[in-house]
């Protein structure tokens, strides 16, 4: 889906939520310039997918049309097949970046970090038949996706073949607090993407 897509979709949705919503909300809400945002609801309203109504007179409404409705579920469908394509792409790439993990050893793998690419790669770890013990963070919780959540100070307690790193922002400072925490560098791996 193009960036014309996404945005169509954005401001079909956000008027099929709120049609009240002034042009300055919807301008923050796509991340563009309010003359920008003036000209993409023109356009919408041009090909009939929206329709502005000043009832009473200082207010706008904008109203999505039967049109208007279809093509909000067009670039619905469109944007999903796109981030499940997206998805698959990413699984894909992950499991080849992991074929260290056989699963055959017992190993067991310990993931640096709780954003989305730490899910992913916990789903991956998953289904190569490899044992994810826990995730370190330093948010203070007590687990992450049914884990133990731990510092990396208290890691020395763990039993791991493996520390996998996911916060791809801050890879190198994450590897150097495990080597400093007491974790032997041949035991981490820093999950990355391909240049």
Known sequence: MNLQGQRDL?????LDRNGGATQRTLATKLGVALGLTN??????????YIRVSTIPRSRIRYLLTPQG??????LTYLHMQHSLSHYRDIRIRLKDMMSIFDGTHG??????????LAELAYLSLREMNVDCIGFIDESGRESFLSCPLSSP???AGWHFDQVLITDLDHAAACEEQLVQSGVPREKVLRLGLPE
């Open 10 to 14: 954005l401001l079909l949705s956000e």
């Open 153 to 155: 100070e208290r890691l």
């Open 39 to 48: 000209l993409y609801l023109k356009r919408l309203t041009h090909k009939g």
């Open 107 to 116: 190993q067991r793998v310990v993931i640096y970090g709780t954003t989305e």
């Open 69 to 74: 409705l279809s093509e909000k579920a067009r």
